[in-house]
């Protein structure tokens, strides 16, 4: 037999409520959304200069950059994957 428990702080449906998760990924500098051999696809949190050093790249900005740009960019800023 099964039994129902009702919960009063559930959330209301069609409601949504940020989990730690969500949190975390807004608050690094980019997250990593795919990698496609030598090139990786990031999405930028907030603004910041790529390691070639002209292109800045505001937030809200999705940019394909090669492996070692990569790897040295992940060096200097938080970034979490997006998958």
């Not at 200069?49 to 990569?70: D, H, M, N, Q």
Request: with cysteine; proline share 1%.
């Amino acid at each position: 037999m099964a039994t129902i428990e009702l919960i009063k702080d559930a959330i209301k449906r069609g409601e949504y409520k940020d989990t730690t998760l969500d949190q975390q990924k807004k608050n690094v500098d980019f997250l990593l959304q795919s990698i496609d051999g030598k090139y990786y696809t990031i999405w930028m949190n907030k603004k910041i200069e790529l390691p070639k050093g002209t292109e800045i790249y505001s937030e809200k900005t999705a940019c394909i950059v090669g492996k070692r740009s990569f790897e040295a960019f992940a060096a200097k800023h938080s970034w979490a994957t997006d998958f």
